[in-house]
């Protein structure tokens, strides 16, 4: 079996000097098995080439990559660059743009080969799959779904490819959703949305999409909720095509959905001039709600504040007719020297913890206000 050649190979992989021997020897063992040889290559997660300072010993993954698209297929490199990625943390944009790359490269083999199958099922033979071409193209194999969901989570998790590069490998024809994840990526808000609108018919998705991207200090994000109404509004405006009919009425549920989030004054110029007082009943309902409660707690708080104020003034009376007299027996509480004609300061009662009693307020020369406080502290901390 192979697990005592893994073991004996994968010690040698961190020294440079064992690295073409590793190789030579390594490649039987990917080619025969694949999931198990590619442990050769894959630091683990705890291991001593995932510390930063020896991440050099390792075998360059470019180097991998080359190999193993010479000893394998895509699948054996995707599986590759998914656990190194996932164990290393590696933020090299390369690697992260190859791992897209693979994703396509399997999604459109497979879908290559998925077609003309389902066409066969349906029509009894190979040929003549010209009229079963587009349905075949939107029912994909259970292996498509999956690779669509790993490329998915993938652009939306990584931050390290590159979005502008990317873009050009997703047209407007296919692989929609995931042109939207990669439109997200270089704040190109509008057309996204309108990929969920209306190309895949997802308004849920779409509403998805402006809770993840709403960020009221970004001057890109603040207005997400915005372009998703310009895009039900003004569908022809937003995707130069025609693809239906402008859908008001979920704008003005949007509007009086998430209002607060949105400049609705900006909002009301985007609906129609024609449109009715009763169409606009939703959005006043719920500004009006929204005004009543806010309403309420004004009033409440401005209560609050009149009884904090009202507490506040009573005792700043009270303290302005207390006052303290000086005579020349008035000694300073912390030198114990006679006050006289120096300035001074008076301590309140409950600031005390160094006097023999603490109902007695402290006066000290001001002078030896330094050295009170701290005798203060340290009895406090005692």
Same mark, same amino acid.
Request: charged fraction near 30%; glycine fraction near 4%.
């Given at each position: ?30 080619? +025969? ?229 949105? +400049? ?119």
């Amino acid at each position: 079996g192979p697990d005592g050649t893994i073991r004996y190979l994968k010690k040698l992989t961190p020294d440079r000097e064992y690295q073409e021997l590793v190789i030579k020897y390594a490649e039987w063992v990917v080619k +025969d098995y694949p999931a198990k040889g590619l442990e050769i290559f894959t630091p683990d997660p705890k291991g001593e080439v995932n510390n930063a300072a020896e991440r050099g010993t390792e075998i360059p993954p470019r180097l991998v990559l080359k190999l193993l698209k010479n000893w394998c297929g895509p699948e054996i490199v995707v599986a590759y660059l998914e656990k190194y990625l996932r164990n290393t943390k590696n933020t090299n944009s390369m690697l992260h743009n190859e791992l897209i790359y693979l994703y396509l490269e399997l999604i459109r083999k497979t879908q290559a080969v998925d077609a003309p199958q389902k066409a066969t099922r349906r029509t009894g033979r190979v040929g003549d799959i010209k009229d079963e071409k587009t349905r075949a193209a939107t029912e994909l194999s259970e292996q498509v779904k999956v690779l669509r969901a790993k490329l998915i989570s993938f652009l939306k998790a990584s931050r390290y490819y590159k979005p502008e590069i990317m873009l050009a490998r997703f047209p407007e024809t296919e692989l929609l959703e995931e042109r939207a994840v990669v439109l997200s990526r270089l704040k190109e808000h509008i057309e996204a949305l309108a990929i969920y609108v209306w190309d895949l018919k997802q308004e849920d998705k779409a509403k998805e999409y402006c809770a993840m991207h709403y960020n009221p200090k970004d001057s890109r994000d603040r207005d997400v909720y915005l372009y998703l109404m310009e895009v039900l509004i003004n569908p022809t405006e937003v995707t130069g095509r025609d693809v239906g009919e402008a859908r008001v009425d979920s704008a003005i549920n949007l509007l009086a959905e998430f209002y607060p989030k949105i +400049d609705t004054s900006r909002a009301v110029e985007l609906l129609p001039d024609d449109l009715l007082v009763q169409d606009m009943f939703p959005i006043l309902k719920a500004i009006l709600s929204n005004n009543k409660t806010r309403t309420r707690r004004n009033q409440v708080m401005k209560s609050l504040y009149r009884s904090e104020n009202l507490r506040i003034r009573s005792e700043y009376v009270k303290t302005r007719k207390k006052f303290v007299r000086i005579d020349n027996l008035t000694k300073c509480s912390h030198c114990e020297r006679r006050i006289g004609n120096a300035p001074f300061l008076r301590y309140p009662p409950k600031k005390l913890t160094v006097t023999r009693d603490d109902e007695e307020e402290a006066i000290i020369h001001y002078a030896c206000a330094e050295g009170y406080a701290a005798m203060l502290q340290a009895r406090t901390k005692l």
